[in-house]
């Protein structure tokens, strides 16, 4: 017979606990992808809804000044699960390959010139608020 002890029952409500604030906050992570959704679609804005969705809960974290631990969850379940996330995309690759045999050498220069641009810029960045941080204190 199996028997669980009160300290795997403790296990056991500890991780349901966790995994309740995680999946709370992939909800309040998709009511602000939703109300960023409903601002594109209502006032046809030229920016997308998923980023209008992610500067709201930015500036909602701002006027917070914290950040809950079911969002911490949340957002760590869904990096955690972000590489399935890629797999629509892979298989969509592979479904264009004609038109990647035909421009992939063209393809291949741009994403190679845009990493390079974002790398500098990135770089240039982290210095200006490496010197904007360091003057303030």
Not at 99 to 106: F, I, K, R, V
Not at 111 to 135: G, N
Request: hydrophobic share 55%; with cysteine.
């Amino acid at each position: 017979a199996f028997l669980l002890n009160r300290s795997s029952d403790l296990y056991v409500e500890g991780l349901a606990d966790n995994m309740m604030k995680g999946l709370m906050g992939i909800a309040i992570i998709i009511g602000f992808y939703c109300l960023g959704e409903f601002t594109h679609n209502s006032f046809h804005l030229p920016i997308p809804g998923a980023m209008l969705g992610m500067m709201y809960l930015y500036f909602f974290l701002i006027i917070r000044k914290q950040v809950s631990l079911a969002l911490l969850q949340g957002g760590e379940l869904l990096v955690s699960s972000l590489p399935l996330l890629l797999v629509p995309s892979s298989a969509g690759v592979i479904l264009c390959i004609k038109l990647l045999e035909q421009q992939g050498l063209a393809i291949a220069i741009i994403l190679s010139i845009s990493i390079f641009f974002s790398l500098i810029l990135t770089a240039w960045m982290m210095s200006w608020l490496q010197r904007h941080f360091d003057h303030e204190s």
